[in-house]
């Protein structure tokens, strides 16, 4: 399956810990979004990242949240410190090394914090 | 940040009906705008996308930009129980460096 994968599918930490959620793009597609969606909510874009590049990060908490997309290995989304009001579907997206192209989806990673 | 609004819904119509979704956006430099269909606890998928004013057909959609009025719509002919999903209308900034969305539409066709 060439999709894009994200990992983990689940993942509960407790308030304080530090939350890693990892993207690899579609096979040729050098471009990651991260969006977060809260229960009900729309998408909310987060950031745009090219290897080794943030491209775009407006959409980014300014505190305890980072991304990252190294020349090797997956996109991270790391979330340090984590606070209930971090519970939300998280989702990559990849697209071709182009703007404005089509963007595909992950499954997701479901975050809890307890 | 800039805007695509969608009427939340529900939108409900009659299995074999024409659906029909809008959506406008704030960024008039915006280029290029999709639609997406999400299932509740799933993640979004792309159905259609559209660049140039008018229409774009493919299959039972029918995706419809006007620029000059900032809008898009989708259409979905012969609607299905199995098209009952949320829609999601998505738009890049003029720079292309972020796709924004809309909250979505909910449709429910009844069979």
């Known amino acids: 399956n060439a999709g894009v994968m994200q990992n983990p599918r689940h993942l509960v930490r407790r308030r304080g810990q530090e939350a890693r959620l990892r993207c690899s793009p579609m096979k040729g597609h050098s471009h990651v979004y991260w969006y977060r969606q809260l229960p009900e909510e729309g998408l909310k874009f987060m950031v745009y990242l090219q290897k080794e590049n943030i491209i775009d990060e407006s959409g980014m908490p300014k505190e305890r949240f980072s991304a990252e997309f190294p020349k090797e290995g997956p996109s991270i989304l790391r979330i340090q410190q984590v606070v209930r009001g971090d519970s939300a579907a998280y989702f990559c997206a990849s697209s071709p090394p182009r703007t404005h192209a089509e963007a595909f989806f992950g499954q997701g990673t479901r975050l809890t914090v307890v | ?111």
Request: with cysteine.
């Open chain 2, 1 to 111: 940040q800039k805007e695509v609004e969608q009427n939340s819904g529900p939108l409900s119509v009659p299995e074999g009906a024409i659906a029909s979704l809008n959506c406008t956006y704030s960024d008039r430099g915006s280029q290029s705008f999709f639609w997406y269909r999400q299932y509740s606890g799933k993640s979004p998928e792309l159905i259609m996308s559209i660049y140039s004013n008018g229409d774009k057909e493919d299959g039972r959609f029918t995706a419809q930009l006007n620029k000059a009025s900032q809008y898009v719509s989708l259409l979905i002919r012969d609607s299905q129980p199995s098209d009952s999903a949320t829609y999601l209308c998505a738009a890049y900034n003029q720079a292309g460096t972020a796709l924004i969305f809309g909250k979505g539409t909910t449709l429910s066709v009844s069979s």
